[in-house]
């Protein structure tokens, strides 16, 4: 299963909404995850399935969807917020990724 | 907390073996599946195989099949990563990561990595 995610690069300031988009090509049912990954460093767990928010990930962050089209939402953008954003399935063999999108500060 | 240490890294020749080791400590181990996953310069996140919590189920990536070899003992709380036959492609930095939960196929624990450079 190939994941689009689109923008690849999202240049918004701190405060703005961030809407970060993830397409399937066949449906996941809602067997997505989201991750951060800031550079130099592992990436964080931020959603599982969908919309589960991760522990300790703060309310700003949302994610939803199901099939073959979802989103992360960051209602507020905070300066630590700026990273490169990644969707996961689990639905079919084997485990895919999205190529990412970078949310970079305007 | 959880702890993932990755090592067994370094620079090898295109065909050569390496073997990958993942020390877990801050859960209980042999109750989750263990994941690999890897991220080649400047690129992104290309998950490589998982272990189930006992070691009786293995799954891979197709581009390593046949070649690589994902393995546990949970005796001594760690996974490995035996990758025969590299090629320059296998270039990356390869992560550990722990299962959500049994089998959720989700990763909620990272390493930090180990770099792995396939060059003649």
């Known amino acids: 299963i190939v994941l689009t995610q689109s923008p690849a690069t999202l240049s918004l300031s701190p405060g703005e909404r961030a809407t970060l988009s993830c397409r399937a090509s066949?449906?996941?049912?809602?067997?997505v995850a989201w991750y951060q990954q800031k550079a130099g460093q592992a990436p964080r767990l931020l959603i599982d399935d969908a919309s589960n928010r991760a522990t300790g990930i703060p309310a700003r962050f949302s994610g939803s969807g199901s099939g073959t089209d979802f989103s992360l939402t960051i209602s507020s953008l905070e300066p630590e917020d700026f990273a490169v954003y990644y969707c996961?399935?689990?639905?079919?063999?084997?485990?895919?990724f999205g190529g990412g999108t970078k949310v970079e500060i305007k | 907390q959880v702890q993932l240490v990755e090592s067994g890294g370094g620079v090898v020749q295109p065909g050569k073996s390496l073997r990958l080791s993942c020390a877990a400590s801050?859960?209980?181990?042999?109750?989750?599946?263990m994941h690999w996953v890897r991220q080649a310069p400047g690129k992104g996140l290309e998950w490589v195989a998982v272990v189930s919590y006992d070691g009786t189920e293995k799954y891979y990536t197709d581009s390593v099949k046949g070649r690589f070899t994902i393995s546990r003992d949970n005796s001594k709380n760690t996974v490995y990563l035996q990758m025969d036959s590299l090629r320059p492609d296998d270039t990356a930095v390869y992560h550990c990561?722990?299962?959500?939960?049994?089998?959720?196929?989700?990763?909620?624990?990272w390493g930090q990595g180990t770099l792995v450079t396939v060059s003649s």
């Open positions: 066949q449906s996941v049912i809602s067997n």
């Open positions: 990561a722990k299962d959500l939960w049994t089998w959720l196929l989700q990763f909620d624990s």
């Open positions: 801050g859960f209980t181990f042999p109750s989750y599946a």
């Open positions: 996961q399935q689990r639905s079919n063999w084997p485990l895919t």
